[in-house]
């Protein structure tokens, strides 16, 4: 398949978020978002790269520690909370007496509840046998920030322990 030609840009993008429940898992896709996903640390070995000099000069370069990108993005606030229907509120707070209350954490073998969020970006409606590029981040810790204004806002920033794959 040939490179697109066609530069992508907030209106294509979609979030969706999910738990663990196997085999169907809770999932909602992020209404009135902002389209402002930003992703750091990416590389190709998600590890720091440290350089240990000779006598002041570059000796050689070594990968390290393992890194946890970290993501943001923010959406207009509609809801905080609701029993019957999925809000992004009680997705990361796991609101207890609302659809998230039984989510499984992404992040096995923790105490820490993760979720698994999916950046889908449209490619298939650009033509010339491009897809649609999809963004999957798994062990994903969540925290949410609200702002008042015009409109309220939250913004939602996440770290990430688990597999990060593009496709």
Not at 6 to 34: A, L, Y
Not at 50 to 71: A, I, Q, S
């Amino acid at each position: 398949m040939p490179l697109s030609s066609v530069v992508k840009n907030f209106r294509d993008g979609t979030i969706v978020i999910k738990d663990g429940t196997t085999p169907t898992p809770i999932s909602m896709t992020v209404q009135f978002e902002s389209g402002d996903f930003s992703v750091t640390g990416l590389n190709e070995s998600l590890t720091e790269v440290t350089t240990y000099l000779d006598r002041g000069e570059l000796g050689t370069v070594r990968k390290t520690n393992r890194l946890f990108p970290t993501f943001s993005f923010t959406a207009h606030m509609t809801e905080l909370s609701d029993s019957s229907n999925k809000t992004l509120f009680d997705a990361v707070n796991k609101t207890a007496a609302t659809p998230w209350a039984s989510a499984v954490s992404t992040i096995s073998g923790s105490d820490v509840y993760g979720l698994t969020v999916e950046l889908t970006i449209e490619g298939s409606n650009f033509g010339g046998g491009e897809t649609d590029h999809v963004l999957t981040m798994t062990g994903c810790h969540l925290a949410l920030d609200f702002a008042e204004g015009d409109p309220n806002s939250f913004t939602i920033n996440g770290t990430v322990y688990g597999a990060i794959t593009a496709a």
